[in-house]
């Protein structure tokens, strides 16, 4: 019997992990949708098929609704943000924070009007303001909106309030968890819909499930994160002032890794410190089991991280994201363009293409400051001789004798270097925001699809 593995008709479909074929991550990015609707519904399912509290009419209803509807996506949040893997796959972790940013934003909305309405219909339902007169369950309702839109302003305007992003994860922590329980003690205390056991019961699985997402994020994880620790094998400088950590691990590597993806990174910290930052690995898996973490000094903590001396320990929470030709099977080839440090995740996945001798083209437009500061460029130039990679250099000061492309990566440049033959080929963007801005547009004007057309912006919104 022949014991090779059987080869489907359709290369592509080899070259793809099942998990990461698109029907699959359809269906997963389905459910998960399906699920976070019912979620949200379930509160009114309830309401609606068992026995029914008596009205107060159309307007409080809608308000008591406008309550519950807060509630249910504020609980929904706990599990976005929880880097459950099982919920990030299918969208990526960037589309997660930014789908709990505008959902956040519409909890609040609903809250607010929910009081609104009841302030201005209901005025005296609502009793004094004074938290030393009114009822407890009434100021615990309040705590929750005044958290919940502290929560907001405190992450809209972070930037503008100067609060580092270390102090702001813990305050964000503590609202969230503040507001959560104060709006349970408002729902259960204020008891107009908690007279059954079902609706009971959602309640208490409400607050079982939020509980169980922080417990498993800051208490679990860390906790096998510290019988798994890494330590740093190398520390090397490369040009443009990026420093590449090699780490290897002491117990389990990286599970279900894929190229392009990144990992939470904690070096010389508890496990359970809440100072981590993202990092792409820009190795590729085939590579494994150590891992590469190529570091831009730019602030504290990444100016820290660049310094970090051979034998230090390192606990990494990944993989996350889906910037990755392993969603790409199909593609015939592919356009990879960076700037400056968003070579990272692009050089992750050219390593893969290498380590599987996959011959597919791939042209790549690399923008930076300076000849001097392309970094990686050597094992880019040596890339060339082992797969089909083209490379167009993009310099914002060239040197004198510089014969190539100069400036931003702008429409012409990508005129020149991208052809008809290209237009339906996968384009991975990766750099500064406004660089991806500005690059997508110019694709999108030279007849890209918006569906071709992925980007990683190192931000987490
Ligand atoms: C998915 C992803 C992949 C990344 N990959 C790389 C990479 O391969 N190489 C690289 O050099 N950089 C990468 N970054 C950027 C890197 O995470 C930031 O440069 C670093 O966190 C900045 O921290 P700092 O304290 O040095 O700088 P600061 O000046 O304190 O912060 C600069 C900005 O970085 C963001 N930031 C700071 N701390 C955090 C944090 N704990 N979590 C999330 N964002 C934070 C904030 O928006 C902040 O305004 C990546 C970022 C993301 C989101």
Redesign the pocket.
């Known amino acids: 019997m022949d014991a090779s593995p059987q080869k489907s008709a359709d290369p592509a479909k080899d070259r793809q992990p099942l998990h990461d074929r698109p029907t699959a991550v359809w269906a997963h990015g389905t459910a998960i949708l399906a699920i976070a609707i019912l979620g949200v519904a379930a509160p009114f399912i309830i309401l609606i098929t068992g026995p029914r509290p008596p009205s107060g009419g159309l307007i409080w209803d809608f308000s008591m609704g406008l309550g519950f509807g807060a509630l249910a996506i504020i609980a929904l949040q706990f599990a976005m943000t929880g880097r459950l893997r099982w919920i990030t796959h299918p969208f990526g ?2 589309i997660i924070y930014l789908a709990h940013r505008y959902m956040s934003w519409g909890a609040v909305a609903l809250m607010l009007s929910h009081f609104a309405l009841l302030y201005v219909f209901h005025q005296p339902a609502l009793g004094v303001l004074n938290p030393l007169e009114a009822r407890w369950e009434l100021t615990a309702g309040r705590v929750a909106m005044g958290s919940f839109v502290l929560l907001i302003v405190t992450s809209e305007f ?2 503008r309030l100067h609060l ?3 102090w702001w ?1 813990g305050l964000h922590l503590a609202l969230a968890l503040a507001g959560m329980a104060a709006a349970v003690a408002h729902v259960l205390g204020v008891g107009n819909l908690t007279d059954t056991n079902a609706k009971r019961l959602l309640w208490l699985g409400v607050t079982v499930g939020f509980i169980g997402v922080l417990v498993y994020t800051h208490v679990l994880r860390p906790w096998w994160q510290s019988r798994n620790p890494w330590h740093v094998v190398s520390n090397t400088a490369q040009r443009g002032g ?1 420093h590449t950590l090699e780490l290897a691990p002491t117990g389990r590597g990286l599970h279900h890794w894929k190229p392009g993806q ?1 990992a ?1 990174l904690k070096i010389e910290r508890s496990p359970y410190s809440l ?6 690995i ?1 190795t590729a898996p085939e590579k494994g089991p150590n891992i590469a ?11 820290d ?1 660049a310094k970090t001396p051979v034998g230090a320990r390192a606990y990494v929470d990944g993989p ?2 889906a910037f990755s030709i392993d969603r790409m099977a199909e593609a015939d080839g592919f356009v990879m363009i960076a700037g400056g ?1 968003g070579i ?2 692009i050089l992750s996945n050219l390593h893969a293409l290498e380590a599987r001798g996959d011959t597919r083209p791939v042209i790549l437009i690399y923008g930076n400051p300076s000849w001097d500061e392309v970094s990686f460029r050597d094992e880019l130039a040596a890339m060339q001789d082992r797969i089909d990679l083209t490379i167009v250099h993009v310099l914002d000061d060239p040197p004198d004798d510089w014969d190539g492309e100069s400036g931003h990566i702008d429409d012409a440049v990508l005129k020149r270097h991208l052809s008809d033959q290209t237009r339906d080929w996968p384009h991975l963007l990766c750099g500064p925001a406004p660089m991806i801005a500005a690059v997508t547009d110019a694709l999108q004007d030279l007849g890209v699809a918006e569906h071709h057309i992925d980007n ?5 919104v």
């Open positions: 972790a960037d972070r930037k580092r992003h270390e994860r990026v990144f939470w100072i981590e930052h993202p990092f792409t820009s973490f190529s570091i831009k000094p730019l602030g504290d903590h990444s100016s991280l996350y994201g440090v990272t995740p990683e912006i190192f931000e987490l």
